[in-house]
């Protein structure tokens, strides 16, 4: 499979990133097993992870997922064939949160005993932190760096303010930059990033590898009235902001394309976020190795000029 490079960070990716929110959640550690297997075999490369997945499930502490994870390394013994993205900063606890300089060397020593690793491909700054100086966070990612256990940085969930100001401090200071942004993005939620984010993206040259890539699972056309909300956990949060006029205009041109591209709505969807300017892979998670195989679809196929005005008429 054709790979795209991260930035200008030397990690190149395939175009479809696997998203490892669901494992250990919706997905067991067999399960995850599988959707691994079944991702590395069909060409995929790049798994992204975070050390807080997934502490919103009760009883969880975070870290489930990349404790998965790392025993798939082990059993496996396939590290070298993957490029393995993690965050830090996420609010886990009271005292595990947020992008200072200690924490940051604690939690990336935990983060990488779960994932049974020496080294980190991408290590992100899950969100922003304002309390904390931008040049004191990439000086622990420097410190990092230096010692072997991450290869290139990025940022997620950062303002286009904070995100320049990070560059600028990152060539000022002679510190790591920021590699990538891992944004929301998707045919759904495009203006934000679009407006604001884009521009400092493309005039930096970094990469982008957008979460929600199918809008938690709206835009595989699963959920198309308030009765199919209950079809799975992420249904409530999706019923309140796309079920709506705009959400259903939408879905109607993904089943016109798809049905043209002899495709899914879901692979039109990844593949019109692989078309787009500046975008590297999107991150879409899986709970079985057949929806794996359907989102890895997703990188061969080629969208014409008529499905792209389509799409960006009904989602603009």
Same mark, same amino acid.
């Given at each position: 499979?054709?790979?795209?490079?991260?930035?200008?960070?030397?990690?190149?990716?395939?175009?479809?990133?696997?998203?490892?929110?669901?494992?250990?959640?919706?997905?067991?550690? @067999?399960?995850?097993?599988?959707? #691994?297997?079944?991702?590395?075999?069909?060409?995929?490369?790049?798994?992204?992870?975070?050390? @807080?997945?997934?502490?919103?499930?009760?009883?969880?502490?975070?870290?489930?997922?990349?404790?998965?994870?790392?025993?798939?390394?082990?059993?496996?013994?396939?590290?070298?064939?993957?490029?393995?993205?993690?965050?830090?900063?996420?609010?886990?606890?009271?005292?595990?949160?947020?992008?200072?300089?200690?924490?940051?060397?604690?939690?990336?020593?935990?983060?990488?005993?779960?994932?049974?690793?020496?080294?980190?491909?991408?290590?992100?700054?899950?969100?922003?932190?304002?309390?904390?100086?931008?040049?004191?966070?990439?000086?622990?990612?420097?410190?990092?760096?230096?010692?072997?256990?991450?290869?290139?940085?990025?940022?997620?969930?950062?303002?286009?303010?904070?995100?320049?100001?990070?560059?600028?401090?990152?060539?000022?200071?002679?510190?790591?930059?920021?590699?990538?942004?891992?944004?929301?993005?998707?045919?759904?939620?495009?203006?934000?990033?679009?407006?604001?984010?884009?521009?400092?993206?493309?005039?930096?040259?970094?990469?982008?590898?957008?979460?929600?890539?199918?809008?938690?699972?709206?835009?595989?056309?699963?959920?198309?009235?308030?009765?199919?909300?209950?079809?799975?956990?992420?249904?409530?949060?999706?019923?309140?902001?796309?079920?709506?006029?705009?959400?259903?205009?939408?879905?109607?041109?993904?089943?016109?394309?798809?049905?043209?591209?002899?495709?899914?709505?879901?692979?039109?969807?990844?593949?019109?976020?692989?078309?787009?300017?500046? +975008?590297?892979?999107?991150?879409?998670?899986?709970?079985?190795?057949?929806?794996?195989?359907?989102? #890895?679809?997703?990188?061969?196929?080629? +969208?014409?000029?008529?499905? #792209?005005?389509?799409?960006?008429?009904?989602?603009?």
């Amino acid at each position: 499979m054709q790979t795209r490079e991260l930035g200008r960070s030397g990690l190149h990716l395939a175009p479809l990133m696997l998203g490892g929110n669901v494992f250990g959640w919706t997905a067991d550690e @067999a399960t995850s097993f599988r959707i #691994l297997d079944a991702f590395v075999a069909g060409g995929g490369n790049a798994i992204d992870t975070a050390d @807080a997945y997934s502490v919103w499930v009760p009883g969880h502490q975070g870290g489930e997922s990349e404790t998965i994870i790392g025993r798939w390394l082990r059993r496996r013994g396939r590290r070298d064939d993957v490029l393995l993205a993690t965050k830090v900063g996420w609010e886990i606890n009271a005292q595990q949160k947020g992008l200072r300089k200690d924490y940051i060397l604690r939690a990336v020593e935990s983060s990488l005993r779960r994932l049974q690793t020496d080294y980190i491909d991408l290590y992100q700054s899950h969100k922003d932190d304002p309390a904390v100086p931008v040049e004191e966070t990439l000086e622990a990612y420097a410190q990092l760096v230096r010692a072997g256990k991450v290869r290139a940085i990025g940022a997620s969930n950062f303002s286009a303010g904070r995100l320049r100001e990070s560059l600028e401090a990152s060539q000022r200071h002679n510190l790591p930059r920021y590699e990538s942004l891992q944004p929301l993005y998707n045919l759904y939620d495009r203006a934000e990033f679009e407006r604001e984010l884009l521009p400092v993206c493309q005039q930096e040259q970094l990469g982008v590898i957008p979460y929600y890539g199918l809008a938690a699972g709206f835009l595989t056309g699963k959920y198309r009235t308030a009765a199919d909300l209950q079809k799975s956990a992420r249904g409530g949060g999706i019923g309140q902001k796309y079920l709506n006029d705009r959400g259903h205009r939408i879905l109607a041109a993904l089943d016109a394309v798809a049905a043209r591209q002899q495709a899914t709505p879901a692979q039109v969807a990844l593949a019109w976020i692989m078309t787009q300017p500046g +975008l590297t892979a999107p991150i879409a998670s899986a709970t079985s190795p057949e929806q794996v195989a359907e989102l #890895l679809g997703a990188t061969e196929l080629q +969208l014409g000029p008529q499905d #792209l005005t389509e799409l960006d008429k009904a989602s603009s």
